[in-house]
């Protein structure tokens, strides 16, 4: 099925792929936008994957400070090269970022960072929450309270403030797939008075 022009600069401006890509998505799925669109994060989470292992020397270091001059937020973004870090997209990402980190709060860049004895400490209140309750339930209660804690204090985890129904990490997966190189949150900062 043809798709219009119209549609593909709709999905390109949704999603920020390219027209070529857009086009395809959109014929695979006749035509369906929001199909487009599931099918094009799909892929580009298997790009993100894919380009994990480079190594990313490059970036920028994005800031936001709130209008009230009394929060920032602060993140260290990296890439693989100077041309990526230096584009208009990037530096975007970069401040996109640093203004989540202001809102949001998070503690940690990904769950791995969660050092042992908080997510024991953790684990130790879901067990006491389910006192009572069947092992096998217990346990499943105990790894939906660490998923939640997770998702509550690291930036990847986090529902992404603009748009709830993305991960900060699907966010940083598209942007791979668009900019073509891998993208590694170093550290982040929030300060606040």
């Not at 209008?67 to 990526?84: H, R």
């Not at 006192?131 to 939640?148: F, L, M, S």
């Not at 991960?167 to 550290?187: K, M």
Request: some cysteine.
């Amino acid at each position: 099925m043809p798709v219009s022009i119209s549609d593909i600069q709709t999905l390109r401006e949704r999603t920020g792929v390219g027209m070529m890509d857009a086009k395809k998505a959109l014929e695979a799925h006749n035509g369906d936008i929001d199909a487009a669109i599931t099918e094009l994060r799909k892929s580009g989470q298997k790009v993100a994957d894919a380009k994990q292992s480079r190594q990313t020397r490059e970036g920028v270091i994005g800031t936001y400070v709130h209008s009230n001059n009394k929060v920032v937020g602060v993140i260290a973004l990296a890439c693989e090269t100077d041309f990526v870090a230096r584009t208009e997209a990037f530096q975007e990402l970069a401040h996109e970022l640093a203004m989540h980190v202001a809102a949001m709060s998070p503690i940690y860049v990904s769950s791995e960072d969660i050092p042992a004895d908080v997510l024991a400490k953790e684990e130790e209140i879901a067990k006491s929450q389910a006192a009572g309750k069947p092992e096998a339930v217990v346990a499943n209660i105990v790894a939906g309270k660490i998923r939640k804690y997770a998702e509550d204090h690291c930036l990847l985890d986090q529902a992404y403030f603009k748009d709830d129904s993305l991960r900060v990490r699907d966010v940083i997966g598209a942007a791979v797939q668009r900019l073509g190189e891998n993208i590694q949150v170093r550290s982040i900062a929030r300060h606040a008075l």
